[in-house]
């Protein structure tokens, strides 16, 4: 494990502009993931085939050759999901998990965790062995929301812990995309009141690449 301060040049950049940022990070894997650029990525714990639609469609290979780094919080469903595809197509991904860096993680989740720790990069606010207790999930919302200039939400009811990533991007004034969903659909309740309040819609990839500012002549090139 890999501890690192405020003061380290490894910190995060944009976790500096935070309120109560960490005083010290704990790290599992690759930390020269640090330095890439972060898209968050967050979403219901009741994930569906449309979010898996979705997930699949945003996050292309081509994302692999380039120095991204997709951000989630390894719960179950969406954040799941978002890391089994990087995983997958060689696309670099972080995990910022709840409390201690190995408290919190779902039995169902840990092949993930354990692939992550070799592939990817896992990032707690608390060393092993803390007791986790319901706030850590806010606190660790806060941390998914301030490595990233920019958040998107696939799949949120009303009630989701996503929404609570959304709002704290919104007040550290990072950029907000939201995938709309059917108007009928409980688990879309969420992203369409953030889409109403002013939130930008995710088109499909090309969405991503907006975000990225990636031209196609850019990725022949790769």
């Known amino acids: 494990m890999v501890e690192i301060m405020r003061s380290d040049s490894r910190y995060p950049v944009l976790f500096r502009e935070i309120e109560r940022a960490p005083t010290k990070l704990y790290c599992y894997g690759d930390i020269s993931f640090l330095s890439a650029r972060s898209i968050t990525i967050v979403g219901t714990r009741k994930i569906t085939g449309y979010g898996i639609k979705v997930i699949n469609s ?29 995983l997958r197509r060689g696309i670099k991904t972080l995990a910022i998990v709840p409390g201690g860096i190995c408290t919190a993680i779902p039995k169902a989740n840990m092949g993930i965790y354990n692939l992550l720790r070799k592939k990817g990069l896992i990032l707690a606010e608390f060393p092993e062995r803390v007791k986790l207790h319901k706030g850590m999930y806010s606190m660790r919302n806060r941390l998914l929301a301030g490595i990233s200039d920019t958040t998107i939400l696939i799949e949120a009811g009303l009630n989701s812990g996503s929404l609570h990533t959304a709002r704290y991007a919104l007040e550290y004034g990072r950029d907000i995309y939201v995938v709309p969903g059917r108007i009928d659909s409980v688990g879309s309740q969420g992203c369409n009141m953030l889409l109403a309040e002013g939130a930008e819609v995710v088109r499909g990839v090309n969405t991503m690449k907006e975000i990225l500012s990636i031209r196609e002549e850019q990725l022949l090139l790769k």
């Open 58 to 86: 945003l996050l292309p290979s081509f994302l692999s050759k380039l120095d991204v780094a997709i951000v989630s919080g390894l719960a179950l469903g969406v954040d799941a999901e978002v890391h089994r595809v990087c």
